[in-house]
Each structure stands twice: as structure tokens, then as C-alpha cells.
Nanobody, 115 residues
Framework: QVQLVESGGGLVPAGGSLRLSCAAS????????MGWYRQAPGKQRVLVAS???????NYAESVKGRFTISRDSALNTVYLRMNSLKPEDTAVYYCNARYNLKSDWGQGTQVTVSS
């Protein structure tokens, strides 16, 4: 099992920025895909961005051009830089690791964007 610890959430005004961090308990290169998901109240959890161990990146259409996923292999950490935040970005953001047909989740971090 991979332990994932998220941090960096908070309350920001619309147009603001945040950077989320997800620290993994083992080398992120041993993990097939690292991803950020979000879940708004009353809605399903959806993919926001993902990065493969080969460096392939994918974004949800709603965040393209505003969010950037990146990684620091030395720290086994994946980041989500979020710019131009909108109230509709308000959600709990979860880090996910997919590897060897397994999927592990972090505890989530709340992001609230005020209008």
C-alpha cells in the first residue's frame, strides 16, 4: 500500500492561486499513475489531472490552462498548481496512486474559493 499525504488546501478568493502537495511513501516512479481528483458536495469524485511515471500528463477540460500537475522525484511528491481559481473549483481534493491494479487514496484537502 502507498501512503499519500495531501497538504496545501485552504480558502482563497476567486482569481487566487493555491498549490497542493501529495507526498507518497515510496518512489513515485514505482507508481504507474499519480492523479489529483476532486469531489464537490453532492457530486461524484472526478479526475482533475494525472501524471504517469513516464511523464504523460492529462487534464480535465475544466482546468486546462489554469492547473498544472508536476512532480519532484527526490521528494516523492506530486504537486497541483491551481491558478485563476473559480468558485466552482471548490471541493475536497484527493491524491491517488494507481499501480499493479491497485489504487490508494489520500485523506483529502479542502479547497474553498469564495466569490
Amino acid at each position: 500500500q502507498v501512503q499519500l499525504v495531501e497538504s496545501g488546501g485552504g480558502l482563497v478568493p476567486a482569481g487566487g492561486s493555491l498549490r497542493l502537495s501529495c507526498a507518497a511513501s515510496r518512489s513515485i516512479f514505482s507508481i504507474g499513475v499519480m492523479g489529483w481528483y476532486r469531489q464537490a458536495p453532492g457530486k461524484q469524485r472526478v479526475l482533475v489531472a494525472s501524471i504517469t511515471n513516464g511523464g504523460g500528463i492529462n487534464y480535465a477540460e475544466s482546468v486546462k490552462g489554469r492547473f498544472t500537475i508536476s512532480r519532484d522525484s527526490a521528494l516523492n511528491t506530486v504537486y497541483l498548481r491551481m491558478n485563476s481559481l473559480k468558485p466552482e473549483d471548490t471541493a475536497v481534493y484527493y491524491c491517488n496512486a494507481r499501480y499493479n491494479l491497485k489504487s490508494d487514496w489520500g485523506q483529502g484537502t479542502q479547497v474553498t474559493v469564495s466569490s
